[in-house]
């Protein structure tokens, strides 16, 4: 079973950036997918971002897109959320999921980290 552990989130201003760290361990994880999904109070968990740990990648069609970019560092079995111009709107847990298959769908998803909080005041 592979257990992911995000870091990196916390209190933000408006305009400003910040790089969420979701590590990986306890399975064959160089084979999985990993993704990025954001949770605001009150709304429903939502895609943000997914990569092969052979680089393909894909994206949300909302906002975000064009302000954030997803890497991966296969070393160090660990994948990354890069966030530019953030908007109070972007205020959300942010959690880390793996599986088998790209996806942009929860449901997709078999694995899970506790997430980290991202604030992003105005």
């Known amino acids: 079973q592979v257990q992911l552990v995000e870091s990196g989130g916390g209190l933000v201003r408006a305009g400003g950036s910040l790089r969420l760290s979701c590590a990986a361990s306890?399975?064959?994880?160089?084979?999985?997918?990993m993704a990025w999904f954001r949770q605001a109070p009150g709304k429903k968990r939502e895609f943000v971002a997914a990569?092969?740990?052979?680089?393909?990648?894909?994206t949300s069609v909302d906002s975000v897109k064009g302000r954030i970019s997803i890497f991966r560092d296969n070393t160090k079995n660990t994948v990354y959320l890069q966030m530019n111009s953030l908007k109070p709107e972007d205020t959300a847990v942010y959690y880390c999921?793996?599986?088998?298959?790209?996806?942009?769908?929860?449901?997709?998803?078999?694995?899970w980290g506790q997430g980290t909080q991202v604030i992003v005041s105005s």
């Open positions: 999921a793996a599986d088998e298959a790209i996806s942009t769908g929860e449901s997709g998803y078999t694995y």
């Open positions: 306890g399975g064959t994880f160089s084979r999985y997918v």
């Open positions: 990569i092969t740990w052979s680089g393909y990648r894909t």
